[in-house]
């Protein structure tokens, strides 16, 4: 089966059209005013505790607070609180987790007043982008994904994909990730990491590593509401959960999105940066491969 990615740009934002085997299976809108992605870090002010939705409302800039329930806390919200103090007040240097003491897990069903306060600054991740008159909602159950694994701050537990079914295959990426994951990380091993060579998956491993240091070097400097680490752009968010040796073209209508696409290919899959094309047809991309119709 093939597959083939078209990207077409327009004033308000990409549209990115997934073909398999020339026939349209999804269809993706990308708003270009939209800056609260799926993934995106911020650090976030708590403006209200609503008690009797044991909920918090956080400020990271969008027009609309965010919505934070307790149980998007997280067991490990303690250890977030306390590593984002030391890391904002400069007591903190190597910005790493090797060696940082973890605070107690949280109560499964406690409260969240027990937990934040008004005006507390809070590293909040968005797992649900704004829509209509509601605001992103959060998380402060960080983790950064890659092409084969995510990365899972404040954890320990290596955790496989349910796709992965041979068991010698789940216990080789077992072993071989706890042996090369940070300290005071979790990883989540993905579909596509079945068969991976060690070379790749710690190629992997170590560009999510730098995000964290890259982020955590912002957080050291930053204001509230300011954006520490950013989720790639759909188009790149979508190559990297899908490519693999059956994606053969992707068609790129737009000359910046055409360059970041393949820097990003050349990133993590050098081999196939050749199928990266430039469209400069008469016809708007999405007509011409009929995909408007």
Request: glycine content about 6%.
């Amino acid at each position: 089966m093939s597959t083939e990615l078209l990207i077409d740009s327009a004033p308000t934002g990409s549209r990115i059209a997934l073909l398999k085997d020339k026939n349209l299976v999804e269809i993706h809108s990308e708003g270009g005013e939209n800056q609260f992605k799926v993934g995106d870090i911020y650090l976030g002010t708590v403006r209200k505790i609503v008690n009797g939705l044991n909920a918090a409302f956080i400020d990271v800039g969008y027009e609309k607070d965010a919505f934070l329930h307790y149980q998007g806390l997280g067991p490990q919200i303690n250890s977030l609180n306390k590593f984002t103090k030391l890391v904002r007040n400069n007591n903190y240097p190597n910005l790493n987790l090797k060696g940082f003491e973890k605070e107690p897990d949280i109560e499964k069903l406690g409260k969240i007043s027990n937990v934040l306060s008004k005006n507390n600054q809070v590293l909040v991740q968005v797992v649900k982008e704004p829509i209509s008159t509601k605001g992103p909602r959060l998380s402060c159950e960080l983790s950064i994904a890659g092409r084969y694994i995510v990365l899972v701050p404040f954890s320990d537990t290596v955790n496989v994909s349910k796709k992965i079914r041979s068991a010698d295959e789940r216990k080789r990426l077992v072993r071989l990730i706890t042996s090369i994951k940070p300290a005071n990380f979790g990883v989540i091993i993905r579909t596509v990491a079945e068969g991976q060579s060690v070379t790749e998956l710690d190629k992997d491993l170590r560009n999510l590593y730098t995000t964290w240091e890259d982020g955590m070097k912002k957080l050291a400097k930053a204001k509230g509401r300011d954006k520490v680490i950013g989720e790639m752009s759909m188009a790149s968010s979508i190559i990297r959960d899908l490519l693999n040796e059956s994606f053969d073209a992707i068609t790129v209508e737009d000359e910046l999105i055409y360059d970041q696409i393949r820097s990003y290919i050349r990133s993590i899959a050098p081999e196939k940066e050749k199928i990266v094309k430039l469209y400069n047809g008469k016809a708007k991309l999405f007509e011409n491969f009929g995909i408007e119709k």
